[in-house]
């Protein structure tokens, strides 16, 4: 799944070993905004690619954090219910 936010340009993927872990990819900078950076590994020097592997719940946190910072203003006749956007989703 390809993500475009104003926190950055993010890939996840699903890794093949273990059903239950994610890997995040993105530029270093898109990457340390959000997590820590001890966590961001390199995957593609030529490309500047870096990754971070989370567990689904963590990952389910992630996206909820760009849901979260969407600039709705800029939609129009766009309405967002406060209870769709409570703090924790389960993955």
Do not use: P
């Not at 993927?13 to 390199?42: P, Y």
């Not at 995957?43 to 719940?57: A, E, P, R, T, V």
């Amino acid at each position: 799944m390809k993500i475009s936010s104003l926190q950055g340009d993010f890939k996840v993927i699903q890794t093949l070993r273990n059903k239950d872990e994610l890997l995040v990819l993105g530029s270093w900078k898109d990457l340390v905004r959000i997590f820590d950076s001890s966590r961001a590994f390199l995957i593609d020097k030529s490309n500047s690619l870096f990754g971070i592997y989370l567990c689904k719940q963590e990952c389910a946190e992630f996206l909820n954090k760009l849901i979260h910072d969407i600039d709705y203003n800029e939609w129009e006749d766009f309405r967002v219910e406060k209870s769709i956007l409570q703090n924790q989703i389960q993955a």
